[in-house]
């Protein structure tokens, strides 16, 4: 497995336990937002809201560049190229797993005489 730095990893996927927050990153997503654009949406407060920004940005995956009185967030995705690769691992492990269970499965219809379904193609 790939090593990751835990502290890190831990932030990443804290801020993407709330779906506030992950509303926000997906709005994010489109284009840069305005703390006040980021917080009218979802009828909370420009301090709630900040609370929130306050966690992404910890975790990397906000921007923040202050315009005069504004503050402007930006999306940045490649914290969560930790996640994904943390996430693959498991999936890995999971569709060996799964693969086993089918070929126990396919030898235990032969062995019992049933006609077996052809593999499905994997990608």
């Not at 801020?15 to 997906?26: E, H, I, S």
Request: with cysteine; glycine share 4%; proline share 6%.
């Amino acid at each position: 497995m790939v090593e990751f730095n835990p502290s890190r990893l831990d932030a990443v996927f804290q801020a993407l336990a709330d779906p506030t927050r992950r509303a926000m990153l997906g709005r994010l997503a489109k284009q840069p937002l305005s703390v006040g654009e980021l917080a009218a949406p979802l009828e909370m407060s420009l301090a709630a809201a900040s609370k929130h920004i306050k966690l992404l940005e910890r975790a990397g995956l906000i921007e923040r560049e202050i315009q005069g009185r504004m503050h402007l967030c930006r999306l940045n995705a490649a914290p969560m190229h930790a996640g994904m690769e943390w996430l693959r691992h498991y999936e890995r492990f999971w569709m060996q797993r799964l693969h086993q269970l089918e070929a126990l499965l396919h030898a235990e219809d032969r062995a019992a005489g049933k006609p077996t379904r052809k593999p499905r193609r994997r990608s």
